[in-house]
């Protein structure tokens, strides 16, 4: 089986700083896989690769069959460009920690938008959908209100909507909820546990250590650049084998 995503030995640097230095990884249709690790190892880097907001350095990557980077033969990384590049943009959607809505666009505008303008699908089909997931995320009745009316729980799941509405095969979450108090990260972690119940294939990074352990397939641990373990949530986090993840871990109470 052809994995959604697939990233090999990949390397960025930030001047002289190396922040990937060769991390290769693969995600399979369904499969939900949790990144943890220390700040600065680099988690928000790989997913800013993975989903071309960032360039590598080296290494490659693909998505499904489609090739999206590789070696150009000269030491340097060929991106492929035009209808490619968006084919390949179209199959994944991005969920940040600061959920980057438009201020001034109502909850139905937000989710709405990016399949009306760029997948140029009809309205009626964008609008049917974009209430299914108003509903799907708890927020019936909000769909008029623009985000400034909405608290920060509420907005990250406008854009967990915003980012399914455009049908992507892989979602990327990079700390969904760490701009969050407790009481409103419940309700944004219960809608992701929501997706990976329908096998909504996910990358998810996070310091959320029982969430991983509830909805992850597959732990990742990444340090200095590197993918230092990974296992299932018991292995990783019950019985990790590296002295740097016990390490780690050992800040938390899992
Ligand atoms: N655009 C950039 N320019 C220069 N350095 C950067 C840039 N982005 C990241 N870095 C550096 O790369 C390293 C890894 O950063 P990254 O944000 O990927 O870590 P992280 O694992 O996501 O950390 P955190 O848990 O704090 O979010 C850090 O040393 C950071 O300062
Ligand atoms: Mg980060």
Same mark, same amino acid.
């Given at each position: 089986?052809?994995?959604?995503?697939?990233?090999?030995?990949?390397?960025?640097?930030?001047?002289?700083? =190396?922040? #990937?230095? !060769?991390? %290769? *990884?693969?995600?399979?249709?369904? /499969? &939900?896989?949790?990144?943890? +690790?220390?700040?600065?190892?680099?988690?928000?880097?790989?997913?800013?690769?993975?989903?071309?907001? =960032?360039? #590598?350095? !080296?290494? %490659? *990557?693909?998505?499904?069959?489609? /090739? &999206?980077?590789?070696?150009? +033969?000269?030491?340097?990384?060929?991106?492929?460009?035009?209808?490619?590049?968006?084919?390949?943009?179209?199959?994944?959607?991005?969920?940040?920690?600061?959920?980057?809505?438009?201020?001034?666009?109502?909850?139905?505008?937000?989710?709405?938008?990016?399949?009306?303008?760029?997948?140029?699908?009809?309205?009626?089909?964008?609008?049917?959908?974009?209430?299914?997931?108003?509903?799907?995320?708890?927020?019936?009745?909000?769909?008029?209100?623009?985000?400034?009316?909405?608290?920060?729980?509420?907005?990250?799941?406008?854009?967990?909507?915003?980012?399914?509405?455009?049908?992507?095969?892989?979602?990327?979450?990079?700390?969904?909820?760490?701009?969050?108090?407790?009481?409103?990260?419940?309700?944004?972690?219960?809608?992701?546990?929501?997706?990976?119940?329908?096998?909504?294939?996910?990358?998810?990074?996070?310091?959320?250590?029982?969430?991983?352990?509830?909805?992850?397939?597959?732990?990742?641990?990444?340090?200095?650049?590197?993918?230092?373990?990974?296992?299932?949530?018991?292995?990783?986090?019950?019985?990790?084998?590296?002295?740097?993840?016990?390490?780690?871990?050992?800040?938390?109470?899992?």
């Amino acid at each position: 089986m052809t994995a959604v995503v697939s990233i090999k030995d990949a390397r960025k640097a930030f001047g002289d700083t =190396e922040v #990937l230095r !060769g991390i %290769s *990884l693969e995600v399979e249709r369904g /499969e &939900v896989v949790a990144v943890i +690790g220390p700040s600065g190892g680099g988690k928000s880097t790989l997913l800013r690769c993975m989903t071309l907001l =960032e360039t #590598l350095d !080296g290494g %490659s *990557l693909a998505y499904g069959g489609l /090739e &999206v980077a590789g070696p150009d +033969g000269a030491g340097a990384v060929r991106y492929v460009k035009g209808d490619a590049l968006k084919e390949a943009r179209g199959r994944f959607g991005l969920v940040f920690q600061s959920y980057n809505l438009f201020p001034h666009m109502t909850v139905m505008r937000n989710i709405a938008d990016a399949p009306l303008r760029v997948q140029k699908r009809p309205r009626p089909e964008v609008e049917a959908r974009a209430r299914e997931l108003i509903e799907k995320m708890g927020l019936s009745g909000c769909e008029g209100k623009v985000p400034c009316q909405l608290s920060g729980g509420q907005q990250q799941r406008v854009s967990i909507a915003r980012a399914l509405a455009l049908d992507p095969q892989i979602l990327y979450f990079d700390e969904p909820t760490s701009a969050l108090d407790p009481e409103l990260t419940a309700g944004v972690l219960s809608v992701i546990k929501g997706l990976a119940a329908e096998h909504m294939t996910m990358v998810i990074v996070t310091h959320e250590m029982s969430f991983a352990r509830d909805v992850a397939d597959r732990i990742v641990f990444m340090d200095g650049g590197v993918i230092v373990e990974q296992g299932s949530p018991e292995q990783v986090l019950g019985a990790a084998k590296q002295e740097r993840t016990r390490a780690f871990l050992a800040g938390y109470r899992t």
